[in-house]
Nanobody, 123 residues
Framework: QVQLVDSGGGLVQPGGSLRLSCAASGDTLDYYAIGWFRQAPGKEREGVSCIDFRRGSIYYADSVKGRVTISTNNAKNTIYLQMNNLKPEDTARYYC????????????????WGQGTQVTVSS
């Protein structure tokens, strides 16, 4: 069973940048999809980005496309989410999440989550 620890959130002004990190342990990720979803108070979960190591594909939500980049280290045990040109509507708690044989289109329903990290975009 994979365990996830996510970090890197904070308070940033509009137009600023943050890099979220997700450290994975307990298994290799070769057959996993791993990514991020976010949830703001009173709103539904929204998939943000995802890597499918099994298929070799990457997913970005339309709301973040062009502003967000997902990447991994060579060991594929740490996932990064670089977020640029942040907007107030990006304010949410961001969760790293993964699933064995997962599909990125279902990232909001993956079974393993990190504890979440808060991103607040405000002037």
């Amino acid at each position: 069973q994979v365990q996830l620890v996510d970090s890197g959130g904070g308070l940033v002004q509009p137009g600023g940048s943050l890099r979220l990190s997700c450290a994975a342990s307990g298994d290799t990720l070769d057959y996993y999809a791993i990514g991020w979803f976010r949830q703001a108070p009173g709103k539904e979960r929204e998939g943000v980005s995802c890597i499918d190591f099994r298929r070799g594909s990457i997913y970005y939500a339309d709301s973040v496309k062009g502003r967000v980049t997902i990447s991994t280290n060579n060991a594929k045990n740490t996932i990064y989410l670089q977020m640029n040109n942040l907007k107030p509507e990006d304010t949410a708690r961001y969760y790293c999440t993964t699933d064995y044989y997962g599909t990125c289109s279902e990232v909001v329903d993956f079974g393993v989550w990190g504890q979440g990290t808060q991103v607040t975009v405000s002037s």
